[in-house]
Nanobody, 118 residues
Framework: QVQLVESGGGLVQPGGSLRLSCAAS????????MRWYRQAPGNERELVAG????????NYADSVKGRFTISRDNAKNTVYLQMNSLKPEDTAVYYC???????????WGKGTLVTVSS
């Protein structure tokens, strides 16, 4: 059974930091690139960051470059999103995504809520 379980969300003040985690199970983690998406109320889901299977290449949305860092630990089947200098506009539900382009396979977590507010 495929599972992606996000954790680490919560309420944080502007300028603060959070670290999200996504624990994967039920599939071969190292065969999948990983991505973080977010969706704010009334907005479409948007790609925040991505990382390749071995972790050698990362990419970020312009809105989070220099503030967020995606990483993965293949020994722990876990992907992380370190979020620094958080802004109110970062408030959203953050979703973990695994995808294997060559097979057209994609899995989603249920999301974790991040609220940035004073």
């Amino acid at each position: 059974q495929v599972q992606l379980v996000e954790s680490g969300g919560g309420l944080v003040q502007p300028g603060g930091s959070l670290r999200l985690s996504c624990a994967a199970s039920g599939f071969t983690f190292t065969s999948y690139a990983m991505r973080w998406y977010r969706q704010a109320p009334g907005n479409e889901r948007e790609l925040v960051a991505g990382i390749t299977r071995a972790g050698g290449t990362t990419n970020y949305a312009d809105s989070v470059k220099g503030r967020f860092t995606i990483s993965r630990d293949n020994a722990k089947n876990t992907v992380y999103l370190q979020m620094n200098s958080l802004k109110p506009e970062d408030t959203a539900v953050y979703y973990c995504n695994a995808y294997r382009m060559s097979y057209g396979l994609e899995f989603w977590g249920k999301g974790t809520l991040v609220t940035v507010s004073s």
